[in-house]
């Protein structure tokens, strides 16, 4: 493996690693405290954390990825003055996108299916989410503009740095203070507002002035659609997976999947960044026409994503039991934990390689094959899995993640060998 590869990949998989790790260390806390309906409430207010978190990072990925191809055509100015204007178009969209929502937050989370003491619960966690918007946004965005700029290194000990404040300060407000999700969600914004001081002010040296205009705009704007929806489709299947276990099992069942979720986003985030880390080489190699490059790396992405979600998987089939308590799962939510996971973590080694595989499409500018990847699980398949399988209520949920993951895995290697052969 060459320099440039480990260089990019190592940190950012830690970095990713790290910054999933804040709802799980936030759950901990939340299922030790407050039983299934803190777990609940948490799982049903995500959503639109998410939606701020997976804008954050669209941005980020798509200026950090537009910064890499204007290198890539030495178009060394210019690439300088879209990384400030970067910085400053995410901070706006959080102060739109934290105002509509707290506006609506209620409603939302109505809709979502929170209700009486879960929705008080969502409702607390939220507000003090949607006051720290701005950070919650940076602090997603500016890793990938880093990893794009070669910082991948600041970029990971900002987000080491940031779980580190989280947990102390998870002990300190939700044990020592009771102050119960606000706790737990002021921790969250604190931990990751250190992450964006942390990062930015090495990052600021590299300000070369604004450039602002339409073309910069369209570029960045448009260029987010692709991950955003990549980040933000786990999103949209949790609202409709949540909606389905309060049906069939209550908030115990929407507490056992809250686990499976969190277990599901360190899979996500350990393969989103191995593909992530090395969207800057791959968009630089095609903006280059060395394909023969791409064609190597993705194939040492795959493979170390299969092994990494591998050793993953087996930690969690290891420890299930130990995880159920640690997280204070009733005995009737932990029931349900164990019936699903055996279905997910077969699903986890496949998704390792739809992740990487997304990611490439995307850096190579086949955002519409990469957006089809995507959008077919919570449009298409998610829904009518639900459906077909109704019949086996919860259990029913569980299987329909394996077989999507099995149809999803077909169709990304069917989409890549396609857009290989349009490089011939």
Not at 67 to 80: F, H, Q, T, V, W
Not at 352 to 371: D, G, P, Q, T
Not at 375 to 393: A, D, G, N, Q, R
Not at 395 to 415: C, D, E, F, M, V
Request: glycine share 6%; charged share 15%; aromatic share 12%.
């Amino acid at each position: 493996m060459n320099k440039s590869f480990i260089r990019y990949l190592i940190p950012s998989v830690i970095a990713s690693l790290f910054l999933s790790t804040y709802c799980l260390i936030d759950g901990i806390f939340i299922g030790q405290k407050i039983g299934d309906l803190g777990l609940s409430a948490i799982n049903l207010a995500w959503p639109i954390t998410s939606f701020l978190q997976s804008i954050g990072i669209g941005l980020g990925l798509s200026a950090g990825i537009y910064i890499s191809r204007l290198y890539g055509k030495k178009e060394e100015e210019k690439a300088n003055k879209v990384k400030l204007t970067a910085i400053i178009i995410i901070t706006i969209t959080a102060l739109l996108l934290s105002l509509i929502f707290f506006i609506f937050s209620k409603d939302l989370l109505k809709l979502f299916g929170a209700k009486n003491d879960t929705l008080e619960y969502a409702y607390d966690y939220l507000k003090i989410i949607l006051f720290g918007s701005i950070f919650q946004m940076l602090g997603c965005g500016i890793a990938p503009l880093l990893k794009n700029s070669g910082k991948v290194k600041i970029a990971m000990v900002g987000s080491i740095s940031s779980i580190v404040i989280n947990i102390f300060l998870d002990y300190i407000f939700i044990y020592e203070l009771n102050m119960g999700l606000e706790g737990a969600a002021l921790a969250s914004v604190i931990g990751l507002a250190s992450a964006v001081l942390i990062c930015i002010i090495p990052y600021s040296k590299e300000f070369k002035g604004i450039i602002i205009n339409k073309e910069v705009f369209k570029e960045i704007f448009l260029g987010m659609l692709a991950p955003f929806i990549l980040n933000y489709s786990c999103s949209i299947i949790i609202i409709i997976t949540n909606l389905k276990c309060l049906e069939y099992g209550g908030d115990e069942a929407v507490a056992a999947y809250t686990l499976l979720s969190y277990l599901l986003s360190i899979i996500a985030s350990a393969t989103t960044g191995v593909g992530d880390a090395i969207q800057p080489l791959f968009s630089y190699n095609h903006s280059s026409k060395n394909f023969n490059e791409n064609k190597i790396m993705l194939k040492k992405c795959i493979l170390i994503s299969t092994i990494l979600s591998a050793l993953i998987v087996l930690i969690f089939y290891l420890f299930d039991n130990q995880l159920s308590d640690l997280y204070n799962l009733s005995t009737t939510a932990s029931k349900y934990y164990n019936e699903g996971l055996l279905y997910y973590l077969i699903g986890f080694i496949l998704l390792s390689n739809i992740r990487v595989l997304s990611s490439y499409l995307y850096s190579i500018n086949e955002k519409v094959y990469a957006n089809i990847i995507t959008l077919i699980e919570p449009i298409l398949l998610t829904p009518l899995m639900y459906i077909i399988l109704s019949f086996m209520k919860l259990n029913g949920i569980w299987l329909s993640y394996t077989i999507i993951q099995l149809i999803l895995i077909i169709l990304a290697y069917s989409l890549t060998i396609l857009s290989k052969r349009k490089e011939r």
